[in-house]
C-alpha cells in the first residue's frame, strides 16, 4: 500500500526567502506524485503533478517539484515566496489502475512573514 | 473554480442524525471520490464511484453510504452521526476511472453537536 510522509507539520519563511518543503513516499512501482494545497476555508488545488518523463516538473504560482526516485522524495520548491503562498500543502501519490485513489500526507503548513 | 460543486457548504446537526451532501463533479468527468479531512486524521480517502458503479471502498464506516446518479451527481449518506464525524467531507472528479488529476470542491463542514 502506498503511504506519504511530510516531515514537516508547520513551516514559516520570510516574504522573498526560498523555500521546499518535502515529501517522502513509500510504494513499490512508479508512483504517480502530486502537490496541491489548500487556503483557508477553500478546496484543494493541483499544483502540479509527476507521472513520467522529466524528473523536474513546473506547476502553477511558480512552484516546481523533482521526483527523485533513489530517495524516493517528491519535494516542492519555489525561489522565493509571496505572502499569498500562506497555505496547507499536501502531497499525494497514486497507483495505476482503476480504483485506485489518491493517499495523502498529512500536509505542511506555511506560515509567511514580511 | 475547479468545476466541482459541492452543498451544502455548512451543516450543522445533532448526534444521531443523518444527513445527505451533495456533489456535482466538473462537466466530462466520469468518476467521484469522497474524502473526509479532519485534525488528527488528515484526508481520509472514503469511497469512489465511476459511472454509476462504485469503484474502490476506503475507510467508510457502516453508517456512511453514498450513491452515483445517472446524471453523474454524488451523493453521501451520514447516518446515526457522532460528534467524531465532525469534519469538512470533499468531493473530487476526475476524468477516467485510473489515475488522472483530481478537481476538488470546496467541501462541506460538517459539525455535529
Known amino acids: 500500500a502506498q503511504s506519504v510522509t511530510q516531515p514537516d507539520i508547520h513551516i514559516t519563511v520570510s516574504e522573498g526567502a526560498s523555500l521546499e518543503l518535502r515529501c517522502n513516499y513509500s510504494y513499490g512501482a512508479t508512483p504517480y506524485l502530486f502537490w496541491y494545497v489548500q487556503s483557508p476555508g477553500q478546496g484543494l488545488q493541483l499544483l502540479l503533478k509527476?507521472?513520467?518523463?522529466?524528473?523536474l516538473v513546473q506547476g502553477i504560482k511558480g512552484f516546481e517539484a523533482e521526483f527523485k526516485r533513489s530517495q524516493s522524495s517528491f519535494n516542492l520548491r519555489k525561489p522565493s515566496v509571496h505572502w499569498s503562498d500562506a497555505a496547507e500543502y499536501f502531497c499525494?501519490?497514486?497507483?495505476?489502475?482503476?480504483?485506485?485513489?489518491?493517499?495523502f500526507g498529512k500536509g505542511t503548513r506555511l506560515s509567511v512573514i514580511a | 473554480d475547479s468545476g466541482v460543486t459541492q452543498t451544502p457548504k455548512h451543516l450543522i446537526t445533532a448526534t444521531g442524525q443523518r444527513v445527505t451532501l451533495r456533489c456535482s463533479p466538473r462537466s466530462g468527468d466520469l468518476s467521484v471520490y469522497w474524502y473526509q479531512q479532519s485534525l488528527d486524521q488528515g484526508l481520509q480517502f472514503l469511497i469512489q464511484y465511476y459511472n454509476g458503479e462504485e469503484r474502490a471502498k476506503g475507510n467508510i464506516l457502516e453508517r456512511f453510504s453514498a450513491q452515483q446518479f445517472p446524471d453523474l451527481h454524488s451523493e453521501l449518506n451520514l447516518s446515526s452521526l457522532e460528534l467524531g464525524d465532525s469534519a469538512l467531507y470533499f468531493c473530487?472528479?476526475?476524468?477516467?476511472?485510473?489515475?488522472?488529476?483530481?478537481?476538488f470542491g470546496a467541501g462541506t463542514r460538517l459539525s455535529v453537536l
Open positions: 509527476y507521472f513520467s518523463g522529466d524528473t
Open positions: 499525494a501519490v497514486g497507483a495505476i489502475g482503476p480504483g485506485t485513489p489518491l493517499v
Open positions: 473530487a472528479s476526475s476524468v477516467g476511472g485510473s489515475v488522472d488529476i483530481q478537481y
